[in-house]
Nanobody, 124 residues
């Protein structure tokens, strides 16, 4: 049974930073792509960032490019999302997602497993 558990969310002022973590269990972590998505109140879930099985390929939404960095530690079965220069519009529940194969993808339907989410709130 695959489990994804996010942590690291919280309240931060605009311009600040947070680092989200997602600990995975239940399958060979290093064989699969991982992603981060987010959902703000009243909005649909949207892609944030993705990383391939090796960490060699990454994708970002235009809205976070240059501010967020996705990375992974396959030895620790963990994927990270470093968020810098946070903006009010980054406020959302952030979800970690486990891919169906090794290639990074921006499409939510290509992710089979989802965490419970962690709240990120950016204040002015």
């Amino acid at each position: 049974q695959v489990q994804l558990v996010e942590s690291g969310g919280g309240l931060v002022q605009a311009g600040g930073s947070l680092r989200l973590s997602c600990a995975a269990s239940g399958r060979t972590f290093g064989r699969y792509a991982m992603g981060w998505f987010r959902q703000a109140p009243g909005k649909e879930r949207e892609f944030v960032a993705a990383v391939s099985w090796s960490g060699g390929t990454t994708y970002y939404a235009d809205s976070v490019k240059g501010r967020f960095t996705i990375s992974r530690d396959n030895a620790k079965n963990t994927v990270f999302l470093q968020m810098n220069s946070l903006k009010l519009e980054d406020t959302a529940v952030y979800y970690c997602a486990g891919g169906q194969d090794y290639a990074a993808t921006t499409n939510s339907y290509e992710y089979s497993y989802w965490g419970q989410g962690t709240q990120v709130t950016v204040s002015s």
